[in-house]
């Protein structure tokens, strides 16, 4: 070979020597002295006699005067326990950082417990779901202008969903003590302004007896109906500055909730209305917020004899009730002659039919059919979002809780005296009704049994054989309806509804926010989980096992977002055009995800692909006994797209 070497230098690479450690290491010491030099050399230059005081005084300080012996974060810490808030979700950050230490040392990482999370929509959603499941706040820390619009996704969710949390955020508001750089992308003015069409109330205390009320306030606020998300901005200078006047510093005790009932000449005038009606309906939404709740749905629909339709946003009414007739809607409305809605969120569209993608609408119910609203809905709206849906005038709208006012309704239907007879029939006619539609229910079900994908209807029975010696809770209830129509749903803590905004990332991380309340409880946990979803926040995963957090994941793996399919089928046969390529940009396939694999390195047991049916049993059964133990387990099960 030519050892000529390439460039012009008439120097030969045999007298140019390879640069070895220790010549590295040499020349940049000496070029690091150089710069030393030059620079002590200016600044000695340019040292002026009002720089001197402060050397000097620096100089002369004790090393135990650097300290921060009592920082704001510790009162803001004594703060937030005394609000009763026992966990945290956090995804660690400087914006917080003084307030996590005092969490850690100060309070011994216990109530508030500290749960790390992989990205802030995880957080966010541990807590929707944790309030759901418990009816108690989270809390979430998020870090400045970045950690927040991370998690407002999971915000939205929660407020279209009318669930509490309260959300910390870290914020530098002073400019001159702000870091150089990144300190200053992550600050904002206002950070209430990047959530507040979302949330309930926010405020950013400049002082710690200013953050002292304004937590209270904001967990009172969370916490009264309507039910939803607050924030408050936690500075970086309050936390980390020497606490003063610590004597006169006060932490307000957190006020006993109270809801707000309806009017009670509102409420008699419905009595009236109701004892009067020869086919009265009920329809709930978010009616019930614990098992109290549920008994006193039952109460009031047996003083009626009247059916109800349970939306499924929460647990409302058992389904192995004679008078429940949920999949009866279209039936049961059109006949009805008054409708009662309990915290309804889309009336209108309970009420009227909408033809997709012709935008045409038929009114379900007779013209003259009389519309009784009860909630809290109208009480606080805001005008950006458009979540309160399509405005429905109602014959008698009643702005109360519904938990709250339904002891007050009951009483005033049984003085207004129902025709016993009348209610005798309709229970009856009811009764059938309802045991009709669960036998069609279990036919159907068994369609397609053997079927590869595997069908819903198997999934919901196979994982119900595995559940049901156990106090269970499906944490994720509106993605599989199977389970609604085919288990005995009987408890508050059954059925916790869907994500009330159809925010991706929800379902992953808010079961295991539901999870976590339910392993305090003693309840075990089932999360069927879309595919789609799962791999927005799959971190979820990791916090589950990290935390010991016990639950099923059921993965309705359908390799696809087949919502999507069909809106984009829709579109292609409005169009007169092949519907055959709506796949294209909404399949998950090509490569095919590994759930199993991924959870697995996340520390989290699992199984799976599984596309034999007959399989699914065994492995169902192999995943409860690890949850059983303590642990979350996924099984990852190919289905049918619905």
Not at 622 to 633: E, L, M, S
Request: neutral net charge; proline residues 6%; charged residues 20%.
């Amino acid at each position: 070979m030519d050892d000529t070497p390439l460039d012009n230098n008439p120097q030969s690479s045999e007298q140019q020597p390879a640069l070895d450690r220790r010549s590295f290491l040499k020349g940049t010491a000496a070029a690091a002295g150089a710069v030393v030099a030059a620079t002590t050399t200016i600044a000695q230059a340019a040292e002026s006699a009002t720089a001197k005081p402060a050397a000097e005084k620096a100089a002369a300080r004790l090393p135990s005067e650097t300290f921060v012996t009592h920082p704001g974060s510790d009162f803001m810490a004594d703060v937030i326990k005394s609000t009763g808030i026992k966990y945290l979700a956090i995804n660690p950050a400087a914006g917080f950082r003084s307030l996590q230490e005092s969490i850690i040392n100060y309070l011994g990482n216990k109530n508030p417990e500290i749960l790390t999370c992989l990205h802030e929509e995880t957080a966010a959603g541990m807590a929707h779901g944790y309030a759901k499941a418990s009816g108690e706040l989270m809390g979430v820390m998020l870090h400045g202008t970045v950690g927040l619009q991370h998690a407002t996704m999971g915000i939205y969710n929660a407020w279209c969903d009318r669930s509490p949390m309260i959300v910390f955020a870290g914020n530098g508001l002073r400019a001159d003590t702000r870091r150089p750089g990144v300190e200053w992308n992550h600050s904002v003015q206002d950070p209430g302004d990047l959530v507040r069409d979302y949330i309930k109330w926010d405020d950013q205390p400049i002082s710690l007896q200013h953050f002292a009320e304004s937590t209270v306030r904001a967990c009172q606020y969370a916490l009264t109906a309507p039910f939803a998300p607050v924030m408050i901005t936690t500075d970086m200078d309050i936390q980390e500055e020497e606490m003063h006047g610590a004597d006169k510093l006060r932490i307000p005790k957190m006020p006993r909730i109270v809801h707000a009932q309806g009017d009670s000449s509102a409420l008699n005038e419905a009595a009236r209305m109701l004892a009067a009606a020869q086919k009265p309906v009920i329809v709930a939404d978010r009616a019930a917020r614990s098992q109290e709740g549920v008994r006193l749905m039952v109460e009031l629909a047996e003083v009626l004899g009247a059916p109800v339709i349970d939306n499924g946003q929460r647990m409302n009414f058992p389904n192995t009730h004679d008078l429940d007739c949920s999949f009866l809607r279209q039936t049961l409305l059109r006949d009805a002659d008054v409708i009662l809605l309990l915290e309804v969120g889309d009336p209108w569209g309970n009420l009227n039919s909408f033809a997709d993608p012709y935008k045409t609408y038929r009114r379900i119910i007779k013209p003259d059919a009389k519309v009784i609203t009860i909630g809290m809905r109208e009480v606080y709206l805001k005008s950006n979002f458009q979540d309160f849906q399509r405005y429905m005038p109602a014959d008698l709208p009643i702005g109360g809780d519904v938990q709250a006012t339904l002891p007050d309704l009951i009483a005033a239907i049984q003085r207004a005296a129902p025709n016993a007879a009348a209610v005798s029939q309709r229970r009856a006619a009811y009764t059938k009704m309802h045991n009709d539609m669960r036998a069609r229910d279990k036919e159907n079900a068994a369609l397609g049994w053997d079927a590869s994908p595997i069908s819903t209807a198997r999934l919901a029975a196979e994982t119900w054989q595995v559940i049901k010696n156990e106090k269970w809770s499906l944490v994720t209830s509106d993605r599989i309806a199977w389970a609604r129509r085919l288990w005995p749903v009987t408890e508050y803590h059954h059925m916790l509804g869907g994500s009330g905004g159809q925010g991706q990332g929800y379902y992953m991380s808010a079961s295991v926010g539901a999870a976590l309340a339910n392993r305090d409880r003693g309840i075990l946990s089932v999360n069927f989980q879309p595919d789609g979803d799962a791999m927005y926040a799959p971190g979820s995963l990791w916090t589950a096992a990290h935390h010991k957090i016990p639950m099923l994941i059921v993965m309705h793996n359908n390799r696809c977002y087949h919502q999507e399919i069909m809106h984009v089928a829709r579109m292609a046969a409005q169009h007169n055009r092949p519907q055959h390529t709506a796949r294209i940009g909404t399949e998950i396939t090509d490569p095919n995800i590994d759930f199993a694999k991924l959870a697995q390195s996340m520390g989290v047991w699992a199984e799976g692909p599984i596309t034999d049916p007959a399989k699914l049993g065994p492995a169902l059964q192999r995943a409860i006994a690890v949850v059983k133990n303590g642990q979350p387990a996924l099984v990852d099960a190919v289905c049918q797209g619905r």
